[in-house]
């Protein structure tokens, strides 16, 4: 598995890749961006078979989200990857990126639903953004449990708080499931990977396991 991070994505990229692994035959397309009738037409002409990801797509598993229609693609495929990985276990899936979300894969192989919440860079940005004088901080992996200055005291107020949330998140979920497996995923991932008192599994490709699931799932079922 590898993944190429492009800040805009074309049909020549897609032509680029398909030259270099011929091997490629199925193809899913999970975006939130509007929809490009070039590019679908593009991904059905050159594949075997061609997926694009919405509320309507068959899983592997069973969806109990109220509203499937505004559930994040990415929330649901880093689920399923989860579940690929541990199949038959109740799971707590944190997705730490821009956002970060907990959510719940049960020993029935049913997603439950979750959480979300603001992570790390946007609890950093809103501090700089909605008051008059406090300066736009950045992650690190050195700050203490009390700030003695301004920067300090925001590195050790929005890490060590997303810390605590964390670790409560696991806490409250583990007393609700049996034997709970946590599983992070996410930019973020590693900054929680040494800090977190629980023992959690991180995988940063947890979302495309969970894509190439679901294509598979859809693959045998055609």
Known sequence: MFSVP?????TNHIQLL???HPQLKKV???????????????????FEQFLELDHHTALPIRNLYETPETLGKDRLAAAIGANELFP????????????????LVSAENEFLGG????GLEMRFKALNHFTGKLPLVKSTDDFQKIGKNTNDAILAG?????????????????????????????????????????????????????????????????
């Open 88 to 103: 038959n276990q109740n799971i707590l899936v944190i997705d730490a990126g821009t956002a970060i979300t907990y959510d």
């Open 115 to 118: 959480n979300i919440s603001p």
């Open 158 to 222: 929005v890490q060590n708080g997303l810390l605590y949330e964390v670790e409560q998140n696991i806490e409250f979920f583990g007393q609700q499931f049996q034997n709970l497996q946590v599983v992070m995923t996410g930019g973020d991932a590693r900054f929680f990977d040494t800090k977190l008192k629980y023992p959690t599994f991180v995988h940063v490709n947890l979302t495309l396991i969970g894509l190439n699931r679901i294509l598979e799932h859809n693959a045998k079922n055609n």
């Open 6 to 10: 492009l800040d805009h994505f074309t």
């Open 28 to 46: 899913i397309l999970s975006t939130v961006k509007p929809e490009n009738p070039e590019l679908n037409q593009f991904l059905a002409n050159n």
């Open 18 to 20: 398909k030259d270099e």
